[in-house]
Structure formats: structure tokens, C-alpha cells
């Protein structure tokens, strides 16, 4: 029996797919009746996401939206400040013969007085290593060096300014007579040749044998049917979710069956097996003349004694001694030359130039003398005077979306085809225009304006997008059998 699945196709998943990473395959009308290997493989990858499922069941890859919250802030758009304002002298004219002008005051803004101060500031701390003389040009030892030099009485501490000294003790001798070989015994060898003599003899050219011969098998060619695949149920990627494009992820899975499939074999099958039988070859002879050995070849060894001799052999009786030991102190054995000093490396200072507030800007108050005259003259109505003004700070609220959940995908039943009729469709097109979602005519069709109100009502339930999900039709108050 042959079964074909067919779902409604959605033309824009494979666009939202390469934003989600997925890689989309459209499979279009699969035959269930000659799966392809990429079915097989399919069927091994999903076989641990999916759930246990029966056939005409259909799962998709569907996304849970990103949830948010709004929250509100207050952000400060403007600190709190000072405003200082200088107001100044006002005067009004007065008839006098005497005063033309009173005295008064003037305001005047004096600066920040700096002065600049060096400072020594240490760059580099004091140190001290060990140098290859007393000199501070001396050449700085090697870190491998003094660490064997410690190892034969280096002190680890030593004071700036001491030097110590490698001194040596050298290894002592006993002269002893000793016999010498002066060449060795040996064996000498002297080589007698084999002796041979002329003879006719009859020989064997080529030995008696037995020669296999091969009788090929007989086979008959014959015709039957086998089975090549038992039927089974298997996961198929689908086309067709009944779902707005907007985040599908186009992974539609469904379970169907594969009838078992045959065909027919011709094969060759053995007659008569194969065979051998063996057949008799005989020797063949050739008489020859050759060289018959008499006696044969003899090594005669002769014994060459040793030569020797007495020498004088100076033998170590003590092994050399190294010893560091501090300069110019008593104590055995010849200096090496070698000597470690410690220096000190004075620290490294450097100056630094910076300004420093002597003095904070102030104000002052200089007098302004009263001027006199026969003339009209200004009076003083108000002094001169300094005003502070404290500008508060400014503040507004803002609102701001924060996430409270992350997006995620994962399998879930949806609606497709195989569980899919008209009076389905307007039952849940009534339950959209119920929950304010204008689906369109009550036609059992689902157009585009249908889809439209489906994903409106997912997105305000925060239910997952990219099919028609168990879950949504359960928020409409849909009812499926199971």
C-alpha cells in the first residue's frame, strides 16, 4: 500500500531559517515508498528530539518568543548648580554745587594664584647582584653561574662590597710500577687448500612430480523474489506548516509508514562444484663430468704469545677540590682568578614638574573716591552687590523594556493536513474573531488574513510562533481529538 503526505506550504521559511542557522531542505511529495539514505540519516538525527508519535502525527520546530517587562526610570537630564551674578552700582542724579558723585564700591573678580614644585619621584629601587670583579664596569654574572658558585660555598646573602673567591685544591699522585701489555696474544692462522679430482656421473635434472589439472564448476542461472525492505514508520520532513511566515523555522516533521518492497533476483547457482584430478610427470636424467673433492680444505692455527713491558704510572690518590671562600681569607688551596663581588645598584629618581594652588580665586572690593562739582551730580541708590542663584537639578522619567526570558526552540505537535478539515478551520476562525482577532469571512480556508490573526493571537498570549501549535488551539478553547 502506497502513502503519500502532503502539508501546506509556506514560501518564506527558507528565508527566516538562515537568520536561525537552520539549514532547510524542502522535500515537497516524498514516495514513502523508496526512502532516500537522507531519510535514514533524518530519522537517526531526530530520533532523540522527537516524541513517541503515530502516523499522520506531525511535529515542527517552533519558536518561543523573547518575553519583556517595562519598567521606569528616573534619569537625571541636568545636575544641581551655582550661578553667581555681579550686580552693579545704580546711581540717580541729584542737584548739588558740591558732591557730583559719592563714593562707591567696585567688585573685582581676583584669579587662582598657582606656583609650580618639582618633586623627585623614586622610578627604579635599590638592587643589588653580583658582578665578575670589583669594578662597577665589571660584567654582571650569569643567573646559572652564581647558582653552581652557591652550590661550593657562595654565601645566598653577602653585603655590598664583598668579594669572594674561587680557590682550587689540587688533586694528589702516587707514582706506581705497572706491567703493561704491549701487544696481546693472538692465534695466527695458515689456510691448506682442498684437493679434487675428474668424474663422469649420471644426475637429476628435474625430480618426478605430480601435475594438478583443474575441472572448472557448472552453474544454472535461476530467477526469485526477495524482500529488500520489511515495512516500517518513519519521519519525514514535511512542507506545509499552518502557520504566518513570520518565525517559522521550517522543520516540519511527520511520522509515516513504508510498505515493505520487494524485487526480483536472478542469480547463478552451482550445478556441479569444482574439481581436480592428478596426473604423473617422470624424472629426467643428464650424465655430467664434474670435480670430485679429495680432501677437503684445513685451517692450521698457530699460538703467538704476548709482548709486555714496565711503565711508570702516576695513580690519583685525592680528587680536586673547589671552594668559594671570601677574599683574602686564610684557608688551603690556589685561586682560580674567579671572583664574585656584590654591588649595589643605587634606585633611580627622576623630577617632576607640576603646579600646585597657591592661592583659590577670591573676589575684592576696591573703594571708588566721591567726585565733587558745582554740577549735577549722580547719587549711589543701590550698592554694588554679588548674588548667588542655586539652579536645581533636572530630572524625567523614562520607560525602558527589559528581557525577562530568552527566545528557545523546540519540537511541538502541530496542525497539518492529515488532522485538518473545514469545520476545524472555522471553529477556530470563530475563536479568533471571540478573542478580537479579525480573522477574515468564516469560509473553513485559511487565507492570509487567517494566518495573520493566528500569530496576533500567539504573540499577545506569548505562545510559541511557527505553526499551528496544540498549545494555541488549547488557548482558543479548540477541542482535538487526540
Same mark, same amino acid.
Not at 31 to 52: F, G, K, V
Not at 57 to 62: F, Q, R
Not at 282 to 295: D, G, I
Not at 305 to 312: H, K, L, T, W
Given at each position: 500500500?502506497?502513502? /503519500?503526505?502532503?502539508?501546506?506550504?509556506?514560501?518564506?521559511?527558507?528565508?527566516?531559517? #538562515?537568520?536561525?542557522?537552520?539549514?532547510?531542505?524542502?522535500?515537497?511529495?516524498?514516495?514513502?515508498?523508496?526512502?532516500?539514505?537522507?531519510?535514514?540519516?533524518?530519522?537517526?538525527?531526530?530520533?532523540?528530539?522527537?516524541?513517541?508519535?503515530?502516523?499522520?502525527?506531525?511535529?515542527?520546530?517552533?519558536?518561543?518568543?523573547?518575553?519583556?517587562?517595562?519598567?521606569?526610570?528616573?534619569?537625571?537630564?541636568?545636575?544641581?548648580?551655582?550661578?553667581?551674578?555681579?550686580?552693579?552700582?545704580?546711581?540717580?542724579?541729584?542737584?548739588?554745587?558740591?558732591?557730583?558723585?559719592?563714593?562707591?564700591?567696585? #567688585?573685582?573678580?581676583?584669579?587662582?594664584?598657582?606656583?609650580?614644585?618639582?618633586?623627585?619621584?623614586?622610578?627604579?629601587?635599590?638592587?643589588?647582584?653580583?658582578?665578575?670583579?670589583?669594578?662597577?664596569?665589571?660584567?654582571?654574572?650569569?643567573?646559572?653561574?652564581?647558582?653552581?658558585?652557591?652550590?661550593?660555598?657562595?654565601?645566598?646573602?653577602?653585603?655590598?662590597?664583598?668579594?669572594?673567591?674561587?680557590?682550587?685544591?689540587?688533586?694528589?699522585?702516587?707514582?706506581?710500577?705497572?706491567?703493561?701489555?704491549?701487544?696481546?696474544?693472538?692465534?695466527?692462522?695458515?689456510?691448506?687448500?682442498?684437493?679434487?679430482?675428474?668424474?663422469?656421473?649420471?644426475?637429476?635434472?628435474?625430480?618426478?612430480?605430480?601435475?594438478? #589439472?583443474?575441472?572448472?564448476?557448472?552453474?544454472?542461472?535461476?530467477?526469485?523474489?526477495?524482500?529488500?525492505?520489511?515495512?516500517?514508520?518513519?519521519?519525514?520532513?514535511?512542507?506545509?506548516?499552518?502557520?504566518?511566515?513570520?518565525?517559522?523555522?521550517?522543520?516540519?516533521?511527520?511520522?509515516?509508514?513504508?510498505?515493505?518492497?520487494?524485487?526480483?533476483?536472478?542469480?547463478?547457482?552451482?550445478?556441479?562444484?569444482?574439481?581436480?584430478?592428478?596426473?604423473?610427470?617422470?624424472?629426467?636424467?643428464?650424465?655430467?663430468?664434474?670435480?670430485?673433492?679429495?680432501?677437503?680444505?684445513?685451517?692450521?692455527?698457530?699460538?703467538?704469545?704476548?709482548?709486555?713491558?714496565?711503565?711508570?704510572?702516576?695513580?690519583?690518590?685525592?680528587?680536586?677540590?673547589?671552594?668559594? /671562600?671570601?677574599?683574602?681569607?686564610?684557608?688551603?688551596?690556589?685561586?682560580?682568578?674567579?671572583?664574585?663581588?656584590?654591588?649595589?645598584?643605587?634606585?633611580?629618581?627622576?623630577?617632576?614638574?607640576?603646579?600646585?594652588?597657591?592661592?583659590?580665586?577670591? =573676589?575684592?572690593?576696591?573703594?571708588?573716591?566721591?567726585?565733587?562739582?558745582?554740577?549735577?551730580?549722580?547719587?549711589?541708590?543701590?550698592?554694588?552687590?554679588?548674588?548667588?542663584?542655586? #539652579?536645581?537639578?533636572?530630572? =524625567?522619567?523614562?520607560?525602558?523594556?527589559?528581557?525577562?526570558?530568552?527566545?528557545?526552540?523546540?519540537?511541538?505537535?502541530?496542525?497539518?493536513?492529515?488532522?485538518?478539515?473545514?469545520?476545524?478551520?472555522?471553529?477556530?476562525?470563530?475563536?479568533?474573531?471571540?478573542?478580537?482577532?479579525?480573522?477574515?469571512?468564516?469560509?473553513?480556508?485559511?487565507?492570509?488574513?487567517?494566518?495573520?490573526?493566528?500569530?496576533?493571537?500567539?504573540?499577545?498570549?506569548?505562545?510559541?510562533?511557527?505553526?499551528?501549535?496544540?498549545?494555541?488551539?488549547?488557548?482558543?478553547?479548540?477541542?482535538?481529538?487526540?
Amino acid at each position: 500500500m502506497k502513502q /503519500r503526505s502532503k502539508f501546506v506550504g509556506i514560501g518564506l521559511a527558507g528565508a527566516l531559517l #538562515i537568520g536561525l542557522g537552520v539549514a532547510v531542505k524542502s522535500i515537497g511529495e516524498t514516495s514513502a515508498q523508496q526512502p532516500s539514505s537522507a531519510s535514514a540519516d533524518l530519522n537517526r538525527t531526530m530520533e532523540p528530539l522527537l516524541p513517541n508519535a503515530k502516523p499522520g502525527e506531525c511535529y515542527a520546530k517552533v519558536l518561543t518568543p523573547v518575553q519583556y517587562k517595562t519598567v521606569t526610570e528616573e534619569l537625571t537630564v541636568r545636575d544641581a548648580s551655582k550661578k553667581y551674578d555681579i550686580v552693579p552700582a545704580r546711581h540717580s542724579w541729584a542737584e548739588e554745587k558740591v558732591l557730583s558723585k559719592e563714593a562707591s564700591e567696585k #567688585i573685582i573678580a581676583v584669579p587662582a594664584v598657582f606656583e609650580t614644585r618639582s618633586e623627585k619621584v623614586e622610578i627604579e629601587p635599590a638592587r643589588s647582584i653580583w658582578r665578575a670583579g670589583a669594578s662597577a664596569d665589571s660584567p654582571r654574572a650569569k643567573d646559572s653561574y652564581v647558582a653552581a658558585s652557591m652550590a661550593l660555598g657562595l654565601p645566598a646573602t653577602a653585603q655590598p662590597g664583598q668579594c669572594y673567591a674561587e680557590y682550587l685544591t689540587p688533586a694528589e699522585y702516587r707514582t706506581e710500577e705497572v706491567k703493561v701489555v704491549k701487544k696481546e696474544a693472538y692465534k695466527k692462522h695458515e689456510i691448506v687448500p682442498a684437493k679434487y679430482e675428474w668424474v663422469e656421473e649420471k644426475v637429476m635434472t628435474k625430480e618426478a612430480a605430480d601435475k594438478i #589439472i583443474g575441472e572448472p564448476a557448472v552453474y544454472e542461472t535461476v530467477t526469485e523474489k526477495v524482500l529488500e525492505s520489511p515495512a516500517t514508520t518513519t519521519w519525514k520532513q514535511g512542507r506545509g506548516l499552518v502557520e504566518r511566515v513570520d518565525n517559522t523555522t521550517g522543520d516540519i516533521m511527520c511520522l509515516v509508514e513504508v510498505p515493505a518492497k520487494y524485487k526480483m533476483v536472478t542469480r547463478r547457482t552451482l550445478k556441479s562444484p569444482a574439481a581436480t584430478r592428478t596426473v604423473k610427470v617422470p624424472a629426467e636424467y643428464k650424465t655430467v663430468r664434474k670435480q670430485k673433492l679429495v680432501s677437503p680444505a684445513q685451517i692450521k692455527t698457530v699460538d703467538v704469545p704476548a709482548e709486555s713491558d714496565v711503565v711508570q704510572k702516576k695513580v690519583r690518590k685525592s680528587e680536586p677540590k673547589v671552594a668559594w /671562600r671570601l677574599k683574602g681569607s686564610p684557608g688551603a688551596g690556589e685561586a682560580t682568578g674567579r671572583v664574585l663581588c656584590q654591588h649595589e645598584i643605587r634606585a633611580k629618581y627622576t623630577t617632576v614638574t607640576r603646579q600646585v594652588l597657591k592661592t583659590p580665586a577670591t =573676589t575684592k572690593k576696591v573703594e571708588i573716591p566721591a567726585e565733587y562739582s558745582t554740577m549735577r551730580v549722580l547719587k549711589v541708590s543701590s550698592p554694588a552687590r554679588q548674588s548667588v542663584v542655586e #539652579i536645581p537639578a533636572q530630572s =524625567t522619567q523614562i520607560a525602558k523594556r527589559v528581557k525577562v526570558a530568552d527566545g528557545k526552540l523546540e519540537w511541538r505537535r502541530v496542525l497539518c493536513e492529515t488532522n485538518m478539515n473545514t469545520n476545524l478551520i472555522s471553529e477556530i476562525q470563530r475563536s479568533l474573531q471571540r478573542s478580537g482577532f479579525d480573522p477574515g469571512p468564516i469560509d473553513g480556508l485559511l487565507g492570509n488574513q487567517t494566518l495573520t490573526a493566528v500569530h496576533g493571537f500567539q504573540k499577545s498570549k506569548g505562545l510559541a510562533s511557527g505553526g499551528l501549535t496544540w498549545q494555541t488551539l488549547e488557548a482558543l478553547g479548540v477541542k482535538l481529538g487526540s
